[in-house]
């Protein structure tokens, strides 16, 4: 059972399309971060959330950290191809840190 | 060059044999981590440490063995290879833990066990 769920788990939409990608669990994170991964590489942080109902935005990218703590949600508005990639969802429970399942992107020019 | 770098890229093994995977970073980062990567699974932590001769276990230790001698470096062996350690392994650093920390991670380890 993995403690982050992430939906869904592929997503293939035209440029410019509006997406959200969402991570939920039935725990409580003190914290939430969103990675991106590219074929052949490492993720790379895209952004931390910390409170409950946070918002943050990073140009076309909106992070939001459910009011409970227990959820987040990654809006990508008008997508590029460069958006492409893996993206991943994070957090600190207990003493483990937990990465979800994933929702793997394509945006096809 | 600075960063984090993770050796070999590729590996074959046999059922069996010991691997192990080196990982080696130049920001004299505090913590390292060691991932699994699995289609349906997403990252899942092997083992970590804190700081060189200490470690701990993450959510899916058995089988691997982890050492710290040096802070710089985090080899990850695989004492006898099993079929289900096939899988993409990365290696992450960061100055002050996990949460709110930034992680870096390498470029991954291929593993194909046969």
């Known amino acids: 059972t993995q403690l982050l769920e992430q939906s869904p788990q592929f997503l293939s939409i035209q440029e410019g399309e509006n997406l959200t990608v969402y991570c939920n669990s039935s725990s409580v994170f003190s914290s939430l971060q969103w990675y991106r991964q590219e074929p052949g590489e490492g993720p790379v942080l895209l952004v931390t959330?910390?409170?409950?109902?946070e918002v943050k935005k990073l140009k076309r990218l909106t992070f939001q950290f459910g009011d409970a703590r227990k959820d987040s949600s990654l809006h990508i508005t008008a997508a590029q191809p460069g958006d492409t990639g893996l993206y991943l969802c994070a957090g600190v429970f207990g003493n483990q840190f937990y990465f979800g399942t994933g929702t793997s992107l394509t945006v096809i020019p | 060059d600075a960063g984090i770098t993770q050796s070999p890229r590729y590996k074959i093994t046999e059922t069996g044999r010991q691997v192990t995977l080196m990982c080696h970073q130049t920001w004299s980062h505090s913590y390292m981590f060691w991932y699994r990567q699995d289609l349906g699974h997403g990252l899942r932590l092997i083992y970590y440490s804190a700081a060189a001769d200490i470690t701990d276990k993450g959510e899916v230790p058995d089988g691997y063995v982890v050492s710290r001698s040096k802070t710089e470096n985090f080899p990850l062996t695989l004492e006898s290879a099993t079929r289900s350690q096939t899988s993409v392994y990365f290696c992450?650093?960061?100055?002050?833990?996990?949460?709110?920390?930034?992680?870096?991670f390498g470029p991954g380890t291929r593993l194909l066990v046969l």
């Open positions: 959330v910390v409170t409950g109902g």
């Open positions: 992450a650093s960061s100055d002050l833990g996990v949460g709110l920390e930034t992680q870096y």
